[in-house]
């Protein structure tokens, strides 16, 4: 397949146009790969998780899909990936628990951009690693989509965890959505029966709740992180906002401030909420969320999540914020 869309490709928006490409890509793979192994990284979001189905309905357990919990995952992550390709979809799914190993490498890394290289580079080898256990594997699948193809001069190095492994060889690629753009991933992920919380999802960075926890990571503040992004999702949903704000999320910076709990001092870590719009994340606009909804979100933060003692929410529009803090 070309890295040129062409230009009389029909959008996909319909349930029927959805099943047609399907059943196009499923003959194409099959040709492809005829009954060898194909090996794909899979993190559960939308990209991978497509490639994924799409790849079980073509080859069944000839595809070995790897998912690495680097740690930097969000709450109940990990858990609905299993659930839903090793439970639901019997695939051929390897689960490694690599929480330990990512963050003693991140300790006391606080450089934004080292953090993601590290986190990065790290991933790439526990897959290589992987790769090396498993005989046979002659393909590697990836998720890559259009605008991967066409993005351009970032801000920062988005190089997404799920980078090429530079010393297995391979002998080809996988990339059944390279010609898609997002909208249509979620249609064809819908029609292959994804559930709506794993097609719906809003963008994820790959480095994860590590751009979150700003500075150096340590577990207990990350764990501040996870606990109020889940508050926050849960809150948004409950409040019909899904789906409807292009990003939300909190993030818990590396400094403390005095405040007052239960009639005594405390010395806890605020939690910054960032929910914003956007067309295309290079400028985003801030969400007018109701107060009444501001309010119990932050009770129930510093209500439930430890070592939290404050919430702020973040006005600043892109420029000259970006979206993510770090
Ligand atoms: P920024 O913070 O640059 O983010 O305004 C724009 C969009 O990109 C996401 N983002 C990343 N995605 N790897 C990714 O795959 C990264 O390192 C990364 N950094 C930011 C961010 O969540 C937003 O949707």
């Keep these: 397949m070309a890295d040129v869309r062409p230009e009389s490709m029909e959008r996909i928006t319909t349930p029927e146009l959805a099943r047609k490409f399907i059943d196009e890509q499923l003959a194409a793979v099959k040709e492809q790969v005829g009954d060898k192994k194909v090996l794909l990284a899979l993190s559960g979001g939308v990209d991978s998780s497509v490639v994924a189905a799409l790849l079980i309905k073509a080859i069944g357990k000839n595809l070995v899909c790897v998912h690495v ?8 992550e990990p858990e609905q990936v299993i659930e839903v390709f090793r439970n639901q979809m019997d695939a051929n799914l390897i689960y490694v628990d690599a929480v330990d190993r990512f963050l003693d490498k991140l300790a006391g ?35 890559t989509i259009y605008p991967d193809i066409l ?15 530079e010393d297995i060889h391979f002998e080809g690629l996988v990339e059944p959505i390279k010609l898609l753009f997002k909208d249509e991933v979620r249609v064809i992920g819908r029609e292959l029966g ?38 926050l999702r849960e809150e948004f949903a409950k409040a019909g906002l899904e789906g409807k704000v292009w990003q939300y999320f909190t993030i818990v910076p590396d400094y403390k401030s005095v405040g007052v709990k239960g009639g005594f001092r405390s010395f806890e870590w605020p939690c910054i909420i960032r929910a914003v719009n956007t067309r295309d994340a290079m400028t985003a606009t801030i969400e007018e969320i109701p ?25 600043t529009p892109k420029p000259t914020g970006t979206i993510e803090w770090e």
């Design 194 to 231: 994804l559930p709506s919380n794993m097609v719906d999802r809003q963008p994820f960075p790959g480095p994860g709740l590590g751009v979150r926890c700003t500075g150096a990571i340590t577990r207990d503040r990350l764990e501040a992180l996870r606990e109020s992004d889940a508050i």
């Design 291 to 315: 107060y009444e909804l501001l309010g119990r979100i932050v009770a129930r933060i510093t209500g439930e999540v430890k070592g939290i003692n404050r919430v702020l929410y973040d006005l």
């Design 69 to 76: 919990n680097h740690g930097l995952l969000r709450k109940g």
């Design 151 to 165: 993005e351009s001069g970032p801000v920062k190095a988005h190089h997404n965890v799920g980078g090429l492994p």
């Design 109 to 143: 890394v606080s450089e934004p951009e080292k953090k993601r290289k590290i986190i990065g580079e790290e991933f790439i080898r526990v897959f290589e690693e992987e790769a090396r256990k498993l005989e046979n594997v002659d393909f590697l699948a990836q998720g």
